[in-house]
């Protein structure tokens, strides 16, 4: 069961969905959940809602402030403060919901957003429970990594020219999120296989994705970092995800994230011959990730349908 939800954030009416089990009564435990970079809520995620929903949670997911069906007037913009200020006004939100028992509320992320729920078990009290699938975990590593030397100069330059120009014009230039071929147009994330699955999923779940965000939203990643955060995971729950394969938020930076943090209540899954993108475009793989946040969840949330908890 699916119902349409808005909540106040900012001063913007941020909108989403609820999901609820169609079996047993409530409250129920909450999955709060939101995308990665540039993403729509009816991309990919909705697969994860629907398997939560199925094993006895609510989901709550939602279109951030300035993309999908939220407001905001600075269209296609990613500050991830601007994010995680989403994700805790979802949280207070679904503390008001009927459906839902407030003590018994989790975050799961995906991509950038895997980042945001680490983040967010380290800092919101609130949240008993988390799951980072894919994490961008430093921002600038990751794009000197990924643009390699000669591309990470015309990157730098890209974002200071744009700077420039923003201060004089007042206006937002704006930056693919990946392109057909990296080596003619600069993207935030040059991967041709990022395109084409994107392409895909516009197409086939999500037309309201665009493929597009402020040029400054790139030069906000170059200052994200989970690290300041991670010894703060002190006693919550946190499962983290990674792809054997993944060379586009570098899941050797991923594990590396997750060895320094400090609870014994945490576990990594590594999703063997896989890739970024392939936990996107095959669906096997993404059942075994939804599957692996799904035993997390019901371990450490007690969901009533799995747990046998009232």
Request: proline share 6%.
């Amino acid at each position: 069961m699916r119902r349409d939800v808005e909540f106040d954030s900012g001063g913007e009416t941020v909108r989403g969905w609820l999901y609820a089990p169609d079996e047993g009564e409530g409250p129920f435990p909450v999955i709060v959940m939101a995308g990665g970079w540039c993403y729509v809520k009816e991309l990919v995620q909705p697969h994860y809602a629907e398997m939560y929903a199925e094993a006895g949670f609510a989901a709550l997911l939602f279109d951030y402030r300035n993309f999908g069906s939220s407001g905001g007037t600075r269209r296609q913009h990613i500050d991830p403060n601007m994010q995680l200020e989403d994700y805790r006004n979802a949280i207070s939100y679904a503390e008001t919901l009927k459906e839902v028992d407030s003590d018994r509320i989790g975050v799961w992320g995906l991509s950038y957003s895997g980042g945001h729920a680490l983040i967010l078990g380290a800092t919101d009290p609130r949240v008993r429970c988390v799951a980072s699938q894919i994490p961008v975990v430093d921002g600038y590593r990751n794009m000197r990594r990924v643009h390699g030397t000669v591309g990470f100069r015309q990157f730098e330059r890209l974002l200071l020219d744009d700077r420039r120009r923003r201060f004089a014009t007042g206006e937002d230039g704006f930056l693919p999120h990946a392109a057909p071929d990296p080596s003619t147009e600069v993207s935030t994330w040059p991967f041709p296989e990022t395109y084409s699955t994107f392409v895909e999923l516009k197409a086939s779940e999500a037309p309201a994705y665009e493929n597009r965000s402020t040029i400054e939203s790139a030069e906000l990643l170059m200052s994200y970092s989970v690290h300041p955060f991670l010894p703060r995971l002190l006693d919550v729950p946190t499962l983290v995800v990674v792809a054997e394969r993944d060379d586009l938020t570098l899941w050797d930076l991923e594990i590396q994230a997750y060895n320094l943090i400090p609870t014994t209540k945490k576990r990594l899954v590594v999703i063997g011959s896989s890739t970024h993108m392939t936990l996107y475009s095959d669906r096997s793989l993404l059942t075994q990730a939804a599957r692996a946040a799904t035993e997390w969840f019901t371990e450490n949330l007690a969901a009533p349908k799995l747990a046998g908890v009232a």
